[in-house]
């Protein structure tokens, strides 16, 4: 992150939402006057938001809030009979103008979804191999052999053990962490420019919440993938994202640098939120995020994630 | 493995992982060790089974001695006392338990009283003719039943919704027996447009058995004709039966999909722009898989139950017609036959669901 | 912004792409009206039946096969009775009957499963390895084999289908019973000295009893049909009773006269169509999963 950068989201940052104009080479999602009604309910009110290219764009907020329709609507996946308003703009093709048939072009393949729980967003009865290769085949058109190939490449990406054997099995047989993993490389799978993460480590056992945060982080430094992270844990967003975004009733109250918006929130609400974490959690967090940003300005890269606790636990 | 390893929502299914994955170490395959659980249960339920009938049949008053001998000779009590060492009635119940196992192993199931026939013999004509109408109405359900509970649940409208509900409530509360009289008074009676009793035309005889089932046999025998009328035969019947079977197999069908599109994997799947047909075959229907395949299980046992109501009432001479002659005329053997016969059928067609569950889900083997 | 540690605590609980409507609720309860109207209707005719202007639904009096007519609203049978007064006296057959096979597999099944369920082990695998064989027939036909046994009679009719019915409720009383009994306030009776009845009287079966009674009123609808097969075959009432099942049976002999059949049919029907509705709109009302709603869960 440029002290460039720093600066201009410093001067971008507003109680309301908070947006910079035109499309600029470093923005890789836009989002402009988003609303969304599902039968007379008001979900999201006015949504505007620019992601960063190449940067980790947290969207915090209570459940309720809108944050994940905000990343759902960004999909084309909002519930069925929801009104949708706005503009979604994705390196200049508004989102929300395409059929459902061009919005399946881009899913998968230009923006991807990693979901909460990987027990419940991997199909049960399908094995790993076919899950993780079969959108590979249908957006990159390649053989059997090619996606099998490259689906052994991304297991050794997201640090899976055995990727041969993994694409033999069945998500049953893998652990909370492993199936995130392996969710992740599903949605990596296409090289997309945006991941979605809704609450990727929210389902997880605490312990190796840390492993897939630290391999986002890599996939964001090492391929300049864009991620929005969606979470209602400021823990988990104080050590992923580079801006936060914090929803409330539909709306972003508040946005800013992750420093920022911790260290020093403006809207009432985000001081609350963060006055109601625990006093000495709160400082870990402090300690975390001036880390985390001491670490980002001497280098660009961190450093290879590594997680002794969650290497070769299956087998 | 650790406790840290295993996520909370995840514990029952984590568990599991160390033992499927060390499959290759500890005995047999997982699905061949389920397959031999299911096994041995179904061995355990059909002698359960025997045992049912055999206690029936003793708690019956009357005397199977003189239903034997007939009222003359049963007056003379050495020819009675003679006759009950013969059948082993003077032994204990368990010892005469065994004996009537080891008879049935042999396939002996007594003679009907009404027939004066062997039990068997008479099962081995009348199953295939319920067999018949059970397996046509069970492919016609299931590939209505199916196909638009598919159709309906993913073009969800309230319209159709109300017509489900209502076609299978309808279904399941018209009495079958009724709606056969009915089926037969109109289309029959009134309007002549098909056959109203029997499996054929006075006039056919028969196919050479190799099935039992006309409609295949005549087929087999080269006799199109044949076929024809076994087919035209078999419509009034097998109506009843589809329109008793369809609307439940419907709704249920329906209510399991819109469970299955409403769980994360299928979103998942929309998220990874895969193409709507790929998404309702492969991920979709193959999580509906598992409680339809439950529900055409238990359709078969119904199936086999309804037709005993819908076949005297076409006086098709299948399992439910001859056991109902049977239960008319207390001809207990005879009845006892085909109580044995329908649930150790029933028991078969579980034990091959459970097998296939075994197949599709591979979460149910280790269990 | 006094609910701010609602936060840490809570899970996005949306759905997207819900696709399930909730029914409009002006259909659920017309589903539920019509049913409760014509049970009501039923249950009216069964109690004041024998006050009503009826024919003797015995006497065999008047001519024989007589198609409907002012005089036999719903024509008179092969004997000459008059079918209408017939049909309204069945109501005094099922309806009691069915009733009673409903209340005597509730207690007969609930109590064997509750107890199976609640001290497991043994007698667990007894009752329930005894249900599986039961579940191993289709229903009618070993009501058939049971009656046959016990010979024909409305009485051992009722017998056989309490026979038959039992282990669906002891089935359900079981797994429920399973599933409270590791549940927190269940293991705080334990810790309170709560002795095992009073733990099931007073926490185990409040949670249970309104799953059952859905299952109870489903299960009327089957009782009746169950009857008026087992009477249609001969095995349940015993003529000259004015069963509705045996009614319909005569008519198969005499099916030109279309009315002896059809009407008590059509009795039959409307009862169990009537149960259905009532058991369907209660499940649907009772079901919490029936209940998700987009914008509940939205908002």
Not at chain 2, 149 to 160: E, P, T, V, W
Request: with cysteine; charged share 15%; aromatic share 8%.
């Amino acid at each position: 992150m440029s002290e460039k950068d720093m600066s201009e989201n410093e001067s971008t940052r507003t109680a309301g939402s908070a947006a910079t104009s035109g499309t600029d080479e470093s923005v890789a999602l836009s989002i402009r006057d988003l609303n969304l009604t599902i039968d007379d309910h008001h979900i999201l009110k006015d949504v505007s938001l620019d992601v960063p290219s190449g940067k980790v764009m947290g969207l915090a907020g209570e459940s309720g809030s809108g944050k994940t329709m905000t990343g759902m609507t960004v999909l084309g996946l909002q519930p069925e009979g929801a009104e949708v308003t706005g503009e979604i703009d994705y390196h200049g093709e508004n989102l929300l103008a395409l059929n459902d048939r061009q919005m399946a072009s881009y899913r998968g393949h230009h923006i991807a979804m990693v979901f909460q729980d990987p027990t419940a967003s991997l199909h049960p009865m399908i094995r790993i191999g076919v899950q993780l290769t079969d959108h590979m085949r249908h957006h990159l058109g390649l053989s059997k052999q090619e996606a099998r190939e490259r689906a052994i490449e991304l297991l050794k990406l997201v640090q899976v053990p055995d990727p041969e054997g993994t694409l033999k099995r069945y998500p049953h047989q893998f652990s909370g962490g492993q199936l995130q993993r392996i969710a992740i490389a599903v949605a990596i799978a296409c090289k997309p420019d945006l991941i979605i993460a809704d609450e990727p480590t929210t389902a997880l056992d605490v312990t190796v919440q840390a492993g897939i945060l630290q391999l986002l982080r890599h996939l964001c430094d090492t391929t300049g993938l864009t991620i929005i992270l969606i979470t209602h844990d400021l823990g988990v967003m104080s050590a992923l994202a580079d801006e936060i975004a914090v929803m409330r009733g539909g709306q972003i109250v508040e946005r800013g640098s992750r420093y920022d918006v911790i260290r020093n929130p403006q809207h009432p609400y985000t001081k609350a939120l963060i006055d109601s974490l625990p006093k000495q959690m709160m400082e870990r967090r402090d300690q975390a995020a001036q880390a985390g940003q001491t670490a980002q300005a001497e280098s660009g890269e961190t450093e290879q994630p590594s997680e002794p606790q969650e290497g070769g636990q299956h087998d | 493995m650790s406790a840290t390893t295993t996520a909370p929502g995840t514990a029952a299914t984590g568990k599991s992982a160390p033992e499927s994955s060390h499959q290759s170490f500890f005995g047999a395959h997982p699905f061949v060790r389920y397959a031999g659980i299911r096994f041995i249960v179904s061995i355990f339920l059909a002698i359960g089974v025997t045992l049912v009938t055999f206690i029936l049949t003793n708690l019956v008053p009357t005397d199977p001695v003189t239903a034997v001998l007939g009222e003359s000779a049963a007056a003379d009590p050495a020819i009675v006392a003679n006759m009950r060492r013969q059948m082993g009635l003077d032994k204990p119940l368990p010892v005469q338990y065994l004996m009537y196992l080891q008879r049935l192993l042999h396939g002996d199931m007594g003679t009907s009283a009404q027939t004066h026939n062997p039990v068997a013999q008479d099962l081995s004509q009348a199953l295939p003719a319920t067999m018949e109408l059970a397996l046509i109405t069970l492919v016609i359900s299931v590939i209505i039943g199916v196909g638009l509970g598919l159709y309906a649940a993913l073009h969800n409208r309230r319209f159709s919704d109300q017509l489900i509900r209502l076609l299978s409530l309808l279904g399941i509360s018209v009495p079958s027996f009724w709606l056969a009289m009915l089926c037969f008074y109109f289309f029959f009676y009134k309007l002549g447009l098909f056959p109203g009793t029997g499996r054929l035309d006075p006039t056919f005889t028969a196919p050479p058995h190799v099935t039992g089932m006309y409609i295949t046999d005549a087929l087999l025998a080269g006799d199109p004709a044949l076929a024809a009328n076994a087919v035209s035969h078999a419509v009034l019947p097998a109506l009843v039966m589809i329109l008793w079977t369809v609307g439940f197999l419907l709704r249920f069908c329906r209510s399991s999909v819109l469970e299955v599109l409403s769980q994360d994997y299928v979103t998942a799947a929309r998220a990874k722009g895969l193409p709507s047909g790929r998404i309702t075959f492969a991920y979709v229907l193959r999580g509906a898989l598992l409680p339809i395949l439950t529900m055409i299980g238990m359709l078969f046992g119904g199936l086999m139950s309804g037709s005993v109501l819908v076949e005297s009432v076409f006086s098709w001479h299948g399992l439910g017609q001859y056991a109902f002659q049977a239960a008319k005329s207390l001809d207990l053997q005879a009845i006892m036959g085909v109580g044995l016969t329908v649930g150790v059928i029933y028991i078969t067609v579980n034990f091959v669901v459970d097998l296939l569950y075994g197949l599709i889900d591979p979460r149910v083997r280790v269990q | 912004m006094s609910d701010t540690n609602e936060v840490t605590a809570s899970v996005p609980a949306l759905k997207p792409r819900k696709k399930r409507f909730e029914l409009p609720p002006q259909w659920k309860t017309a589903y539920g009206i019509i049913g409760v109207v014509v049970v009501a209707f039923w249950l009216i005719v069964a109690i004041i039946g024998p006050l009503l202007p009826l024919a003797d639904p015995l006497a065999q009096t008047a001519e024989r096969l007589a198609a409907p007519s002012s005089a036999h609203w719903f024509g008179t049978d092969e004997l000459g009775r008059d079918v209408f007064s017939r049909v309204l006296y069945g109501a005094r057959i099922s309806i009691p009957v069915a009733i009673a096979l409903v209340v005597l597999s509730m207690l007969l099944g609930g109590l064997l499963g509750m107890l199976a369920g609640y001290f497991g082990r043994v007698l667990d695998e007894t009752i329930m390895r005894l249900a599986d064989i039961v579940l191993a027939f289709p229903p009618i036909i070993l009501a058939m084999v049971i009656t046959a046994a016990l010979g024909p009679g409305i009485g051992n009719a009722v017998i056989a289908m309490l026979v038959v019915n039992w282990p669906q409720y002891a089935r359900i009383m079981r797994s429920m019973v399973v599933g409270v009994r590791g549940s927190e306030y269940v293991i705080s009776d334990r810790l309170l000295g709560f002795s095992a009845w009073q733990t099931l009287r007073v926490d185990v079966l409040p949670n249970v009893v309104s799953s059952i009674l859905v299952l109870a009123t489903l299960d009327f609808g089957n009782a009746i049909l169950l009857l008026s097969g087992l009477s249609f075959l001969g095995l349940g009432a015993v003529p000259p009773t004015p069963e509705w099942g045996f009614m319909v049976s005569e008519g198969v002999q005499n099916f030109s006269a279309w009315w002896i059949a059809t009407f008590p049919g059509l009795c039959i029907s409307s009862v169990v169509i009537a149960f259905n509705f009532i058991g369907d709109t209660l499940r649907d009302a009772l079901d919490p999963h029936m209940r998700k709603h987009v914008q509940s869960e939205a908002m």
